[in-house]
């Protein structure tokens, strides 16, 4: 599935993509708080280390200048028990421009309508789950939990919140019905 | 209890079997016998226990990374004596865990009607997340719940300085 809004495309990664996701998650404001804490593996070893237990990654794709944003990953998908998890990553020039909120709301249209989950879940360190807050509020999200102390950041000790968005919840969403009125009117 | 070896990988499979779906890290992708000892080939660690008279369950380490943490996973055969054998070993199980890993906290998960198998250590594990309704067993869908022990408490609970007079 692609999916479109007025700022971005959502389409499944391509193997000519790598550099530049290679090149963003390089950083070291996302080393810290991203899936590669001990560093980033080589170049050539990027693909099987980017696809490690993943079922499907779609980048997030600037429509003004065709640049990569970030991508979003489901993985660890159960198909027995109809459920997987996932995870949203901006880019650090990407980060404030609300894209890690609108590729939440992507995310659950697309994986919603073509994989046949009941749950996606997800793990937010506490410096970022500040994006899902408003979701838990309004209900469209649910906070399963909380494991403290969980990860080491910096030395120090950070809890993990266990987020999780039930197909009931996402499809019954007035969020949802709004991000896709505002997709319709704007094609 | 003895280290898994090789030739001991059908008794973790006959162990998942008996339980399943409860044992669900090693039978969710399917009850194929390779791809389940294809999974419990990939835990850090692991052990059998037995009663003495004949294997009755099996206790595997994993996810044990640069976070310091790791997870435990306890299974039995679904009979008295084996669930009794097993909750009986939990203490020195646990205490090998800390002791080759070196980590700072074990974690723990389990349908809310999995045999309660944590023995005397059960009390000191503390609640951090609930997957509702996680998966279907015995056409019910059960609730998955998640808990951590600190190594802290544990051995505090379990372990206390012995002061010696002379």
Redesign the interface.
């Known amino acids: 599935m692609i999916l479109r809004t007025n700022r971005h495309v959502y389409r499944p990664v391509r193997p000519d993509d790598y550099d530049a996701l290679y090149a963003k998650e390089n950083d070291p404001s996302s080393l810290a708080t991203w899936r590669y ?2 560093g980033m593996p080589p170049p050539e070893e990027y693909e099987a280390a980017l696809w490690r237990q993943t079922e499907a990654i779609w980048v997030v794709e600037g429509r003004d200048t065709g640049r990569l944003r970030g991508y979003l990953q489901l993985h660890d998908v ?1 198909l ?2 109809q ?1 997987g998890w996932f995870s949203i990553y901006a880019a650090p020039d990407a980060r404030s421009s609300g894209v890690l909120m609108e590729g939440l709301l992507a995310f659950g249209e697309i994986v919603f309508n073509e994989w046949p989950l ?2 996606i ?1 997800a793990h937010s360190l506490e410096q970022n789950v500040v994006h899902f807050e408003s979701g838990i509020r309004r209900g469209h999200a649910r906070r ?9 950041i910096d030395g120090r000790p950070s809890d993990v919140h ?1 987020i ?1 968005i ?1 197909r009931e919840s996402w499809m019954n969403s007035r969020l949802r019905a709004r991000f896709n009125a505002l997709r319709a009117h704007d094609h | 209890m003895e280290a898994v070896r090789s030739n001991r990988h059908p008794l973790a499979y006959e162990v998942a079997v008996a339980n399943d779906p409860r044992w669900w890290r090693v039978s969710r992708r399917g009850l194929a016998p390779a791809t389940i000892i294809e999974t419990i080939g990939l835990f850090s660690a692991g052990v059998v226990i037995s009663s003495g008279l004949r294997d009755v369950g099996v206790a595997a380490l994993s996810e044990t990374g640069a976070a310091g943490t790791g997870a435990i996973d306890v299974w039995c055969m679904p009979d008295e004596e084996a669930r009794e054998t097993t909750s009986s070993v939990m203490v020195e199980l646990i205490a090998s865990a800390f002791g080759v890993s070196g980590i700072r906290a074990l974690y723990h998960d389990r349908f809310e009607n999995d045999p309660h198998l944590l023995g005397p250590t059960e009390a000191l594990w503390r609640h951090q997340a609930v997957f509702p309704a996680f998966a279907l067993i015995d056409g019910v869908y059960e609730d998955r719940e998640l808990r951590v022990l600190w190594r802290e408490e544990f051995e505090d609970a379990f372990f206390q300085p012995v002061v010696g007079v002379e």
């Open positions: 804490k001990t159960d027995r028990a459920h009941r749950w879940y399963l939990g909380v494991l403290e102390k969980r990860m080491i266990v999780g039930s």
